[in-house]
């Protein structure tokens, strides 16, 4: 997580902190390895942090709680949570940008903890993100939003316990620099949601049962191929490794998702990609968010030009091409004036 201190002169009241800009980052769910739970544990979830999308936030000191922008509404609750939590003072908020919502981006949680981690700085409240987190009921399965927020790269976390109190977001395990020469081509169906809220925890609740050797296999993968493929910059190691944890937890929610992927055009072009050799394909959480792994910037850049000549007649996806992310959330301090003219 960077934060850049911006025209602020430490000791000079005029300098004061009157507004402060958080850029959190999208990220991709990769999927739950455990959700057999006989271990004691459950769900352990793989991800990787996103360049873009982003959600971008600017708050500011005001006379009163305030929120304008996309998604302005979920802003506004989660700043009445961080002002009921940790006494928060009266902030303005502008959601300049916001990641697509139910997308399998994450939206929610980085929008919370862009808002909860925001508000505590520009009231001069050293709140960690993990408390923010946990505060505002984020982090309740997966540590992915936050590990993404937190720093980036490539996470696993370690998944919750099976009983006992709701404690912190599952620890996290492990953070690995996603390769710089590495892509990631998104697929973004518009026409289409994931599942979420209320939906989202009663599929949770009637998946059929989870083998044993299933949560084996797909842990092992996890250590024995994607992790260290990763460290070894070999896209397609990676590649080969999460496609198949993506075909056995996309068959295992085939049930509440329509089939393997949420969304019949996305999984169109993700059989095109694969059938082009890069292994590497998937849907992001619930969806409808699709993505391919690319060992490099020309070889992904190709593919989404050939993608967006083939689907020209389906104005509802949209590809893009991005870097990983390894720092997590941007936070800019600096006076009103000089950050309000910051893009």
């Known amino acids: 997580m960077r934060v850049t201190p911006q025209n602020r002169q430490d000791g000079d009241p005029s300098r004061a902190l009157r507004a402060v800009r958080v850029i959190a980052p999208g990220r991709l769910h990769i999927g739950f390895l455990d959700l057999n739970g006989s271990l004691g544990r459950r769900f352990g979830s793989l991800g990787l942090t996103l360049e873009r999308p982003v959600t971008r936030v600017l708050m ?26 940790f006494g928060v003072e009266n902030v303005r908020i502008t959601v300049e940008a916001a990641l697509p919502a139910h997308s399998g981006l994450g939206s929610g949680t980085q929008l919370a903890l862009a808002v909860g981690v925001g508000a505590c700085a520009l009231s001069g409240k050293a709140i960690d993100a993990r408390d923010v987190a946990h505060a505002l009921s984020r982090g309740a399965r997966s540590s992915i939003g936050l590990g993404a927020f937190q720093g980036g790269g490539l996470l696993l976390d370690g998944g919750k316990p099976v009983s006992g109190p709701r404690r912190q977001p599952p620890p996290l395990l492990s953070r690995i620099p996603i390769p710089e020469a590495w892509r990631i081509l998104l697929i973004f169906d518009g026409g289409r949601v994931g599942l979420s809220g209320g939906d989202e925890i009663q599929a949770m609740e009637e998946l059929p049962p989870f083998p044993e050797a299933l949560a084996d296999h797909l842990c092992r993968l996890t250590l024995m191929a994607a992790l260290p493929s990763a460290a070894e910059g070999d896209a397609i190691g990676f590649g080969r490794a999460v496609g198949e944890i993506q075909r056995r937890l996309g068959d295992h929610f085939a049930r509440f998702q329509g089939g393997r992927f949420t969304s019949p055009d996305v999984a169109e072009a993700l059989r095109i990609i694969e059938a082009d050799g890069v292994p590497g394909v998937g849907q992001s959480s619930w969806g409808p968010t699709g993505f391919a792994v690319y060992g490099d910037a020309a070889a992904a850049d190709a593919a989404a030009e050939d993608l ?25 301090l600096a006076p009103a004036p000089a950050l309000g003219a910051t893009v």
């Open 60 to 85: 500011e000191n005001a006379a009163a709680l305030a929120a304008s922008g996309p998604d302005a509404a979920r802003a506004e609750k989660a700043l009445k949570c961080a002002a009921a939590e």
């Open 308 to 332: 967006r000549r083939r689907f020209s007649d389906r104005p509802n996806l949209v590809f893009d091409v991005v870097r990983g992310n390894n720092h997590g959330a941007t936070i800019d």
